[in-house]
């Protein structure tokens, strides 16, 4: 089928990906703004602000793109990513801050992988575009909430 990218074992089209990385990057802003809630830990909660910087923009990015592509992109959650939110809203202190940097870099590690793939195999300009300059972003960002995620264990 033209236009469907392989992304592991599913075949995925330019919606399904702006759908889930807009998706993800909401459930990112959200835990983001959770963190600068409960974290003790300022390194955590300076992360947490760049998660809510660097997402709402994206988020802003993807909305443009699929504007312009007639696509309405979820103004809620995808239930995997709600999941996720409910479970760290349920804690406080360093068990937060522990969840919190293993769900942003299990996430990161997701969404790199989704970009590559878009990044390389998107038939739309704007959308592969959009992949290609996110990704050393993402990039970043997986790398301090690694090295985040080390200190708070």
């Known amino acids: 089928m033209a236009g ?25 802003v959200q835990l983001g ?37 007639n696509l309405t992109l979820p103004t809620t959650l995808l239930e995997d990513h709600q999941k996720i939110v409910d479970k760290l809203s349920k804690l406080t202190g360093s068990e ?23 990044s390389n195999g998107a038939p739309t300009t704007s959308v592969r575009a959009f992949a290609i300059r996110t990704l050393p972003t993402l ?3 997986e790398h301090h909430a690694d090295k985040l995620d080390d200190k708070v264990d």
């Open 96 to 118: 937060f801050d522990e969840k919190y940097m293993d769900e942003m870099e299990t996430a990161h590690e997701r969404d790199i992988a989704l970009f590559e793939v878009v």
């Open 139 to 141: 990039r970043i960002h």
């Open 33 to 69: 703004k959770l963190a600068l809630d409960r974290s003790a830990n300022s390194e955590v909660k300076k992360f947490a602000q760049m998660m809510v910087d660097h997402h709402t923009k994206a988020n802003q990015e993807l909305t443009t793109i699929a504007s312009g592509m």
């Open 4 to 28: 469907t990218m392989m992304y592991g074992t599913r075949s995925i089209t330019e919606a399904t990906f702006l759908t889930e990385a807009a998706s993800s990057g909401m459930m990112e």
